[in-house]
């Protein structure tokens, strides 16, 4: 996969970049977001596929960009077909700061250094070129402005910035209620978008586990096996007692 083309992840993190604050909208969220989209970028580049509400490996060949690659391995090495909700809901610590910190030696964010409450280091982001927010941002309108069935990777970006809550950012107020929920509706233009879209919602219900299989006959039904979770990208190391704080 070339880097003349932004990836999914990057234009999630982009939109979710607040100018005014330097931080990102709905952190938490995000990240299972930043996974989500990690997922219809690897179908987009005919890497993977759903299988029902599975995902599972069709092309292993890696597509050039190293965080992709390093999920698309990782499901490889789970053999069979992995559960959207199952990966979206494994640990996640540190994607939104490596994509961040991508964005950064890409040159499309610069890193503001800072200081919260006068003692704890913090980091916020400025986007350096605000052409490409607007003309994500553009897209986004557009779609839901002109009601015209989006391209699969604006459709699936509508989907992804619904699940993790980037309506009120995007559309805040009374005003922007129906812009809210055509965002939401877009959600159905694209089948790969969706299916991570519920998944990321699923993950924020608590709706993600394993379900129970029935007892076999005569046997006292025990409780549920939990389900192992899905592993992302490798947990970022700690300098020092005490953590650099990146803003939110």
């Known amino acids: 996969m070339g880097r003349s083309r932004r990836t999914l992840p990057e234009e999630l993190l982009l939109l979710a970049l607040d100018p005014a604050t330097g931080t990102t909208a709905q952190p938490q969220s995000l990240d299972l977001g930043l996974a989500g989209a990690q997922l219809v970028e690897l179908a987009l580049a005919g890497r993977i596929a759903p299988d029902g509400d599975r995902i599972a490996v069709v092309v292993p060949r890696p597509t050039g960009d190293p965080t992709l690659d390093c999920a698309l391995e990782l499901l490889r090495r789970r053999g069979a077909p992995v559960r959207a909700v199952h990966w979206i809901g494994g640990p996640r610590l540190g994607l939104r700061q490596i994509y961040l910190s991508h964005l950064e030696r890409c040159g499309m964010v610069a890193a503001v250094p800072g200081q919260m409450c ?12 605000t052409a490409i927010s607007r003309e994500i941002r553009s897209r986004l309108d557009s779609a839901i402005r002109t009601g015209v069935p989006p391209d699969p990777r604006t459709a699936a970006l509508a989907a992804l910035a619904h699940a993790v809550g980037l309506g009120k950012h995007l559309y805040p107020g009374n005003e922007g209620r129906s812009s809210r929920s055509r965002l939401r509706d877009l959600i159905r233009h694209d089948p790969m978008g969706g299916l991570v879209a519920h998944a990321v919602m699923d993950v924020q219900n608590g709706a993600g586990a394993q379900p129970r299989r029935p007892a076999p006959a005569g046997r006292q039904a ?27």
């Open 118 to 129: 006068g003692v704890l280091p913090t980091t916020r982001y400025q986007a350096t070129d």
């Open 222 to 248: 025990g409780p549920a096996v939990r389900a192992e979770p899905a592993r992302g990208v490798p947990m970022q190391p700690r300098h020092g007692s005490m953590a650099r704080a990146v803003a939110h």
